[in-house]
Nanobody, 123 residues
Framework: QVQLVESGGGLVQAGGSLRLSCAAS????????MGWFRQAPGKEREFVAG????????DYADSVKGRFTISRDNAKNTVYLQMSSLKPEDTAVYYC????????????????WGQGSQVTVSS
């Protein structure tokens, strides 16, 4: 079992920045990758960003590329999502998750999920 605890969400004006954190605990040995997804009201959960734990390669959704940065701290078993130039359409509940399959863009590749963190961007 892996437990994921998210923090860092909140309310921000358009153009502002926020950083989300996701701390993993439990059976984290052999962790392959982690990712961030988001879900807005009435919409499906969508991929935001993913990172390979050992080599650090990253992938981003086109909608956030150039504005969001995913990173990890191996020693702390923590993954971060730095969000800049936020737009109202970024408003959603953001979830971190651990992946054990190859395609980081698919929710089915992920096993453990955090509780979600609300991000609200006002115009």
């Amino acid at each position: 079992q892996v437990q994921l605890v998210e923090s860092g969400g909140g309310l921000v004006q358009a153009g502002g920045s926020l950083r989300l954190s996701c701390a993993a605990s439990g059976r984290t040995v052999g962790l392959d990758a982690m990712g961030w997804f988001r879900q807005a009201p009435g919409k499906e959960r969508e991929f935001v960003a993913g990172i390979r734990w050992r080599i650090g390669t990253t992938d981003y959704a086109d909608s956030v590329k150039g504005r969001f940065t995913i990173s990890r701290d191996n020693a702390k078993n923590t993954v971060y999502l730095q969000m800049s130039s936020l737009k109202p359409e970024d408003t959603a509940v953001y979830y971190c998750a651990t992946a054990d399959r190859q395609d980081l863009r698919l929710p089915d590749s992920y096993t453990y999920w955090g509780q979600g963190s609300q991000v609200t961007v006002s115009s």
